[in-house]
Structure formats: structure tokens, C-alpha cells
């Protein structure tokens, strides 16, 4: 007779019987002989079912308390892995002096844009055009994040220059001799164009002392020109300052900037001041934060800094944040614009804007400076320079020069360390989980050995065993509990009791809990 089930299936069905009778007998095995605290007697059938229920709560209550000291705990490993603290070695430092950026608010000279206008119209200078020019001319030389927007008014002339702005910049700003002089650095006489290097930044043409990031191929530059030395302070030097002079300072400010070396000019980071010969001193202290090598074993997320050698930028060779959120403003600008701003240095794959492209940014300028959408986190290696007295200038002193200085020798940074690594976790982890449950690694281990490679061989190596266990089971199951709500010592009842013993003996039959 036809049973609806092919032999390939019967077998299958068959197997899957054997595993469950498998799974069920690796259950009771794992609760008898669990090292667990208190499973062995939820398992134990001959004990009595409050005893059980006892232990089962026992149980659960260890089971949630221990899931929720864990989750604390990893929620601290998350978020406060790390500690701060100070480190007043001082004397072992090599203490860089920082990197001073001033940039003019007109970084124009007038001879030098007249000159260039006239070798442009041939000396004819009444061309109604001229206007025009010079204003776009200063526009570009000026060109930074401030004044993009602004050039939305010069597209409607065709007859304007469309690109190869910086090489038109290169011709009218200020050469280093013309703008800074009497410079002195530690106390002693400074050759200011030695130190001052021309850069362009997103504040626009600006000139940089002792900074990493410069560009040494300026038009005016020598050919056999280098980057200048970088500059130390020691704890013997009798003045740990530079000072620098510049013309026509009250009718084109000068703003200042003390930044790490490393760093380069964002607009996310403010000048300390602005310089109108009111004051003649700055004074600011030093804040260094540098993280141990231990950190590294913790993600980025976690101790909230990259080191320098961690992630890969365009921008520069080592990671810092100045260079992230520039490479982002770049990535952002290209993606909307195709182009980026020709203050950035020169990248392939990163071309320079044009004319159309400028109005493009200055359209886009509020989401390409949303430093919200940029994931930059600080550097682990970090300096920051606060101004922390301003000493107003002699009002005698008509051309008194602008010192900057440290207040003291530094004599405090800051340590960034791991406080609760993966060793401490894995340990609190396992103490807690001991102290609640008798928990161990290996504890772990014993489950995944039951219910998988133990059960598994078991349907393999012992078939007949198995089968003789699912008929004990089957007779088991079906046996009738009464459940009712009829007095025990009635009719019914006391029939079913005398099944009861029939099917399993007397002794196991008065062992169930609804039998008197």
C-alpha cells in the first residue's frame, strides 16, 4: 500500500526523529552535569516541584542581573575606555615653538595690480573696462571662503580671465620683503623672509612661520630655495618669542594665528588676533595632548582621536584634523562642482576651479563648510595654543612691533591612556559572570559540545540506543495528567491513579506532583 512517503524521505523523517531524542537526552545530560550553579536541580525530576521553581528563579534572577552588569560595563568600554591625565616630565621635551600664520586683509600691493592692469591694456587706461578688471583682480588675489560668493557679479563679462587664478595671484600679491620686517626671533635678529613662507589658505594669502605646510614653488622664489628649518625652543633660551614688524597695519589689519606646525588653516579655527598696533605683545600658553601606543587596541569611536600613521589622507602624509576636513571640503566641492578652490594644494584627480566653477562653491558654500558632515575626529597627537595676556603697545611708540611669546616654559601636557582595555573587560566579564552563575569559557564550550557535535554523533554511533529512548519518550508523553479541578479522592481520579501505576509503577506514579 502506498504510504504518500518515498524511502529517501522515510529515512530523512526517521533521522530527524533520532536527533530530536538526541537533543532531548543532551539536555537532561547538560542540566545533571552542569558545573552552572543550581541547573541540576531545576533537571531533577524527584524533586519536589517548589524546590524546582526555587531554583529555576534563583536562576533567572542571576542570569538578569549578570546580562545587565555586563551591559553596563560594555557601554563603559564604549564610551570612557580611556583616561586623561598630566605627565610633568618636562625636562625631557623637545618643545616645538608654534607655527605663527598672519594674513593681510589686503594681500594686494596697488603698484603691483596697476602694473599688471596696464601690461594687460597696454597703458590705456581709459578703457571703460579697467574698473572692472582691477576689482575682479583684487577679488582673486583676496580669494578665500569669505569673498567666493562674491564673484557671481563678474560671470556676465565674457572678456574676464576663466581659470589659472592663482598664476593671476602670483603677479600682485605682496613679496615678503614688502610686508614684514624687523623680524627677531629668541632675541636675536631674524632673517623674516627665511622664516615667513608664502602659502595660500581658506583665509586666503597669508604667510606662514615655522609651518609644515607650505608651497615652496612661487614664481619670486629662488630655484635652489628650501623649506626652512624647524624652529625649538629650549629651557635655557633667555627668551622663548619672535617679533615681527609690517607698514600700513592700522589701515590693513593683520590677522594672527598660533596652530600647531602640523595643522593647516581652516576656517574652523579663529585668529587669536586681530593686529591694529593697539596691543604690542601676545602671550599664550601651550595645551599638548598625546595618546600611548596602548590606545591603539581600542577603536577610533572609542578613544575619540587617529593616530597619525592610522588613516590615509590626500592631503597630507600624517593625519590630522585640519587635513581631514580639507580633503572633505575637496570631496565635497568635486562632488558638487567638479572642481575645488585653487587655495588647496594641487592634487590629482582635483581640478581647479574656473570661473563657473567659483560660483558653483559660493552656491554651495553653506554645505560645502558643514563641518557636521565631514567625520573628522582630532588627532591623538594634539597641540593647542590659548592667548593668555594681551600687553597693550606705548602709545608713543608709533612703529612698535608685535611680539609673540610664551607665558612660561612649558611644564604641563596631557596623557591620553587606556584605563579599561580588553583584558579588563574580558576579566570583569568573567568575574561577574562566575560570581552570579559559575560561569567559564569552558562552560561555553560544554554547551556548543551537547547540543552539536555530541548529539550529532550520537544519532550516528548509537541509533538503537536512541530508538529505544523515543518509545520511552512516546509513552511518556502520552500519558493523561489531570489537570481538573475534581477533589483527588473521586471516582475519576482515582481510576486515572490506577492507570497511573499500571503504566509506571507505584513508587514513580505517587512521585507526581498532582498525586496525593
Given at each position: 500500500?502506498?504510504?504518500?512517503?518515498?524511502?529517501?524521505?522515510?529515512?530523512?523523517?526517521?533521522?530527524?526523529?533520532?536527533?530530536?531524542?538526541?537533543?532531548?537526552?543532551?539536555?537532561?545530560?547538560?542540566?545533571?552535569?552542569?558545573?552552572?550553579?543550581?541547573?541540576?536541580?531545576?533537571?531533577?525530576?524527584?524533586?519536589?516541584?517548589?524546590?524546582?521553581?526555587?531554583?529555576?528563579?534563583?536562576?533567572?534572577?542571576?542570569?538578569?542581573?549578570?546580562?545587565?552588569?555586563?551591559?553596563?560595563?560594555?557601554?563603559?568600554?564604549?564610551?570612557?575606555?580611556?583616561?586623561?591625565?598630566?605627565?610633568?616630565?618636562?625636562?625631557?621635551?623637545?618643545?616645538?615653538?608654534?607655527?605663527?600664520?598672519?594674513?593681510?586683509?589686503?594681500?594686494?600691493?596697488?603698484?603691483?595690480?596697476?602694473?599688471?592692469?596696464?601690461?594687460?591694456?597696454?597703458?590705456?587706461?581709459?578703457?571703460?573696462?579697467?574698473?572692472?578688471?582691477?576689482?575682479?583682480?583684487?577679488?582673486?588675489?583676496?580669494?578665500?571662503?569669505?569673498?567666493?560668493?562674491?564673484?557671481?557679479?563678474?560671470?556676465?563679462?565674457?572678456?574676464?580671465?576663466?581659470?589659472?587664478?592663482?598664476?593671476?595671484?602670483?603677479?600682485?600679491?605682496?613679496?615678503?620683503?614688502?610686508?614684514?620686517?624687523?623680524?627677531?626671533?629668541?632675541?636675536?635678529?631674524?632673517?623674516?623672509?627665511?622664516?615667513?613662507?608664502?602659502?595660500?589658505?581658506?583665509?586666503?594669502?597669508?604667510?606662514?612661520?615655522?609651518?609644515?605646510?607650505?608651497?615652496?614653488?612661487?614664481?619670486?622664489?629662488?630655484?635652489?630655495?628650501?623649506?626652512?628649518?624647524?624652529?625649538?625652543?629650549?629651557?635655557?633660551?633667555?627668551?622663548?618669542?619672535?617679533?615681527?614688524?609690517?607698514?600700513?597695519?592700522?589701515?590693513?589689519?593683520?590677522?594672527?594665528?598660533?596652530?600647531?606646525?602640523?595643522?593647516?588653516?581652516?576656517?574652523?579655527?579663529?585668529?587669536?588676533?586681530?593686529?591694529?598696533?593697539?596691543?604690542?605683545?601676545?602671550?599664550?600658553?601651550?595645551?599638548?595632548?598625546?595618546?600611548?601606543?596602548?590606545?591603539?587596541q581600542l577603536t577610533i569611536k572609542q578613544r575619540k582621536c587617529v593616530f597619525p600613521d592610522e588613516i590615509s589622507l590626500l592631503t597630507d602624509s600624517n593625519y590630522t584634523f585640519s587635513a581631514c576636513m580639507i580633503q572633505c571640503r575637496m570631496d565635497t566641492s568635486r562632488k558638487l562642482c567638479g572642481c575645488v578652490s585653487w587655495f588647496y594644494k594641487s592634487i590629482d584627480g582635483y581640478k581647479y576651479c574656473d570661473l563657473d566653477g567659483l560660483n558653483c562653491i559660493g552656491?554651495?558654500?553653506?554645505?560645502?563648510?558643514?563641518?557636521?558632515?565631514?567625520?573628522?575626529?582630532?588627532?591623538?597627537?594634539?597641540?593647542?595654543?590659548?592667548?593668555?595676556?594681551?600687553?597693550?603697545?606705548?602709545?608713543?611708540?608709533?612703529?612698535?612691533?608685535?611680539?609673540?611669546?610664551?607665558?612660561?616654559?612649558?611644564?604641563?601636557?596631557?596623557?591620553?591612556?587606556?584605563l579599561f582595555g580588553w583584558v579588563d573587560l574580558l576579566v570583569a566579564f568573567g568575574g561577574i559572570a562566575g560570581l552570579f552563575l559559575g560561569f567559564s569559557l569552558l562552560s561555553g564550550v560544554e554547551i556548543i559540545y551537547y547540543f552539536t557535535l555530541r548529539a550529532c554523533c550520537m544519532v550516528t554511533n548509537n541509533p538503537k540506543v536512541l530508538e529505544e529512548l523515543s518509545q520511552e519518550y512516546d509513552q511518556k508523553d502520552e500519558t493523561i495528567i489531570n489537570l481538573g479541578?475534581?477533589?483527588?479522592?473521586?471516582?475519576?481520579?482515582?481510576?486515572?491513579?490506577?492507570?497511573?501505576?499500571?503504566?509506571?509503577?507505584?513508587?514513580?506514579?505517587?512521585?507526581?506532583?498532582?498525586?496525593?
Amino acid at each position: 500500500m502506498f504510504d504518500g512517503l518515498s524511502n529517501t524521505e522515510k529515512v530523512d523523517t526517521s533521522k530527524t526523529k533520532l536527533l530530536k531524542t538526541s537533543m532531548r537526552l543532551q539536555f537532561n545530560e547538560f542540566f545533571n552535569h552542569s558545573t552552572l550553579h543550581g541547573v541540576r536541580y531545576i533537571a531533577q525530576s524527584d524533586r519536589p516541584l517548589h524546590e524546582r521553581f526555587m531554583w529555576f528563579s534563583f536562576l533567572s534572577v542571576g542570569i538578569v542581573v549578570t546580562s545587565i552588569i555586563i551591559i553596563s560595563l560594555w557601554e563603559k568600554f564604549q564610551t570612557s575606555p580611556t583616561i586623561t591625565g598630566l605627565d610633568t616630565d618636562f625636562h625631557s621635551w623637545d618643545v616645538q615653538f608654534p607655527a605663527i600664520t598672519v594674513c593681510p586683509k589686503r594681500p594686494t600691493s596697488d603698484e603691483k595690480v596697476w602694473d599688471y592692469v596696464t601690461s594687460v591694456y597696454d597703458n590705456n587706461t581709459e578703457n571703460e573696462r579697467v574698473e572692472i578688471f582691477l576689482k575682479f583682480i583684487n577679488e582673486i588675489a583676496s580669494f578665500s571662503y569669505d569673498n567666493v560668493q562674491m564673484f557671481e557679479q563678474f560671470s556676465e563679462y565674457d572678456w574676464l580671465p576663466k581659470d589659472k587664478f592663482k598664476d593671476l595671484a602670483y603677479q600682485v600679491v605682496y613679496h615678503c620683503e614688502e610686508l614684514l620686517y624687523d623680524c627677531t626671533f629668541k632675541g636675536e635678529p631674524y632673517n623674516c623672509c627665511l622664516g615667513f613662507e608664502p602659502v595660500f589658505t581658506e583665509y586666503g594669502f597669508c604667510y606662514s612661520f615655522n609651518a609644515k605646510h607650505v608651497v615652496l614653488d612661487w614664481p619670486w622664489m629662488a630655484e635652489n630655495y628650501s623649506k626652512a628649518n624647524i624652529e625649538y625652543v629650549f629651557e635655557t633660551d633667555n627668551k622663548l618669542t619672535i617679533t615681527f614688524n609690517m607698514d600700513n597695519v592700522t589701515k590693513n589689519p593683520l590677522k594672527v594665528f598660533i596652530h600647531s606646525m602640523d595643522d593647516m588653516l581652516i576656517v574652523d579655527s579663529l585668529p587669536q588676533h586681530l593686529w591694529t598696533r593697539r596691543i604690542a605683545k601676545i602671550y599664550f600658553n601651550s595645551k599638548q595632548t598625546y595618546t600611548t601606543e596602548g590606545a591603539r587596541q581600542l577603536t577610533i569611536k572609542q578613544r575619540k582621536c587617529v593616530f597619525p600613521d592610522e588613516i590615509s589622507l590626500l592631503t597630507d602624509s600624517n593625519y590630522t584634523f585640519s587635513a581631514c576636513m580639507i580633503q572633505c571640503r575637496m570631496d565635497t566641492s568635486r562632488k558638487l562642482c567638479g572642481c575645488v578652490s585653487w587655495f588647496y594644494k594641487s592634487i590629482d584627480g582635483y581640478k581647479y576651479c574656473d570661473l563657473d566653477g567659483l560660483n558653483c562653491i559660493g552656491k554651495n558654500l553653506k554645505q560645502i563648510l558643514n563641518g557636521l558632515a565631514c567625520p573628522c575626529e582630532l588627532g591623538c597627537m594634539n597641540t593647542v595654543y590659548e592667548v593668555e595676556k594681551l600687553q597693550d603697545a606705548q602709545s608713543d611708540q608709533i612703529d612698535e612691533p608685535l611680539e609673540i611669546s610664551f607665558v612660561s616654559w612649558p611644564m604641563v601636557r596631557y596623557r591620553r591612556e587606556v584605563l579599561f582595555g580588553w583584558v579588563d573587560l574580558l576579566v570583569a566579564f568573567g568575574g561577574i559572570a562566575g560570581l552570579f552563575l559559575g560561569f567559564s569559557l569552558l562552560s561555553g564550550v560544554e554547551i556548543i559540545y551537547y547540543f552539536t557535535l555530541r548529539a550529532c554523533c550520537m544519532v550516528t554511533n548509537n541509533p538503537k540506543v536512541l530508538e529505544e529512548l523515543s518509545q520511552e519518550y512516546d509513552q511518556k508523553d502520552e500519558t493523561i495528567i489531570n489537570l481538573g479541578l475534581k477533589p483527588l479522592w473521586s471516582v475519576e481520579n482515582k481510576e486515572t491513579q490506577a492507570v497511573m501505576i499500571k503504566n509506571h509503577g507505584k513508587k514513580e506514579a505517587f512521585a507526581l506532583p498532582f498525586l496525593p
